[in-house]
């Protein structure tokens, strides 16, 4: 199914969006790849949502992408007396590992792992950062709070401890069982929750066993600290700036945003910018005009992907969310600005023998008449690699591995064909030029670039630029092979 657009929109499912009606609307109204919450839902549930997209795929001949999002450690303060209470600028307050019910001078913290990494002076947040709580004193089964920011703390309300690395697992046991049951189902991607050191991805690596890509979220402090790390052993990574937001101060996170957009993009992995994008559509047949700029400043950027959360999984209008994602997407394309942003942007990356391919590969696109670049590929890296130029032409990525276009629905302005193996590079040609006429990006007149590695389907082989017609008599008489 070809779009109109290169960046790609990522939603996710829930209640109003499990039906194979539901998932089939969502995807012809733009959506590219479906998102798993393993928070939320049976594994029965997750299973019947996975089986409804795989059978749209198949019905619309249109390779999806699946990513199954795990949870993560939560972290919660226990129970309250009164269920909840009333913390006032500069009171004191204790967490501690009491089990008795809380009130207001003390509740529980059940996270030993918190007491033995905190510090005097650090800072604690509890309901998304409503309150805030420094640390005065503090031991192996305690913290003695002032409170800095007041506000209702209630029964099993959220904790984030932004200033200190944990002693946990990014894995908790939950996520240990989600991401067997998850890769056994066959999803593309796993989006890893709570990444605070580059450990983590590799602890989930070796227990997808290949079976899935590794997405790293990035939603901690300490992950920024270490985005270098995290990102050369993970796959992609997602800017996750509701957490972000809440362990940072909110003005830091557009810079950053920015910066880790950037980092993806130099390295040809791809980078989703995720929540409260179209929240406002949760409610709203409209989205706000904040949010609208705020979608545009993250295609603007050269993000691969932009993603809906409770708005395509909960909301009233998911289906109407998709088309304004899409709306916004083909007119910041358009806008002559985009095109300068985005080469202005451009980092120059000529390290291999592919990187000098798909960098040629664009500059006579853009240079000649060339109207579509095909790139055979085994693992997607080379679509990837072409994906990193921000070409101005689309991008056709050419693969035996259903897997492997599966994946790429992730990955900006790459439109997927399924192609059987090959053995001459001649075929190759002509299966390009098919699969450009029958999506309408070339005509019998027009010329396109082939990219190929030889011999054939050899992962890291892309060794051959072509410019050839779009018209086979014109393909075979011009090369007698």
């Known amino acids: 199914m070809r779009r109109h657009r290169n960046v790609k929109i990522v939603a996710t499912l829930g209640p109003v969006s499990s039906s194979y009606q539901a998932i089939r609307a969502l995807h012809e109204a733009g959506a590219d790849v479906f998102r798993l919450n393993m928070s939320h839902g049976t594994h029965e549930e997750l299973a019947a949502r996975h089986a409804n997209i795989r059978q749209v795929e198949r019905d619309l001949d249109s390779p999806i992408a699946i990513l199954a999002d795990l949870q993560g450690p939560k972290l919660r303060v226990s129970t309250f007396k009164n269920g909840a209470e009333e913390l006032a600028e500069g009171a004191a307050f204790r967490l501690d590992l009491d089990p008795t019910e809380g009130d207001a001078t003390r509740v529980c913290l059940p996270h030993p792992e918190i007491f033995a990494a905190l510090e005097v002076g650090a800072h604690l947040l509890v309901n998304d950062g409503k309150i805030r709580l420094r640390v005065e004193a503090c031991g192996a089964d305690f913290a003695d709070c002032v409170v800095v920011t007041g506000g209702t703390i209630s029964n099993r309300k959220g904790v984030n401890v932004p200033d200190v690395v944990l002693p946990l697992a990014a894995l908790s046991e939950k996520d240990r069982k989600d991401l067997e049951f998850a890769c056994s189902l066959g999803v593309d991607w796993l989006a890893l929750s709570f990444v605070q050191r580059a450990s983590d991805v590799e602890e989930a690596r070796a227990l997808a066993k290949g079976r899935a890509s590794i997405l790293s979220k990035i939603e901690k402090p300490s992950a920024v600290k270490s985005f270098d790390e ?174 492997t276009a599966r994946r790429l629905a992730l990955t900006w302005g790459v439109t997927c064909v399924i192609t059987p193996e090959l053995e001459r590079f001649k075929q190759a040609v002509v299966n390009a030029a098919r699969a450009a006429r029958s999506l309408g990006m070339a005509t019998e007149s027009d010329q396109i670039v082939v990219t190929a590695g030889v011999p054939f389907n050899v992962q890291g082989t892309t060794n051959i630029l072509r410019v050839a017609p779009c018209a086979e008599r014109l393909i075979y008489a011009s090369d007698p092979e």
């Open 230 to 403: 995290i990102l050369a052993v993970s796959d992609g990574i997602m800017v996750a700036r509701g957490d972000l937001g809440v362990e940072l101060p909110v003005q830091n996170v557009p810079p950053i945003q920015k910066r880790l957009v950037r980092k993806c993009r130099s390295v040809a992995k791809p980078v989703i910018v995720a929540t409260q994008m179209l929240e406002s559509m949760i409610e709203s047949p409209m989205p706000t005009r904040a949010e609208v700029s705020d979608v545009a400043t993250a295609i603007y950027e050269g993000a691969d992907a932009i993603m809906l959360s409770a708005e395509s999984a909960a909301g009233q209008y998911p289906v109407q969310a998709v088309q304004t994602m899409d709306n916004v997407a083909r007119e910041v394309e358009h806008d002559p600005i985009y095109r300068e942003v985005i080469e202005a942007s451009r980092r120059v990356e000529r390290h291999t023998v592919a990187d000098g391919i798909v960098s040629a590969a664009r500059e006579i696109a853009e240079a000649t008449d060339i109207r579509v670049i095909c790139c055979y590929t085994q693992s997607g890296r080379t679509a990837a690699l072409v994906a990193r130029e921000r070409p101005r032409v689309p991008v056709i990525g050419m693969t035996s591995l259903r897997s």
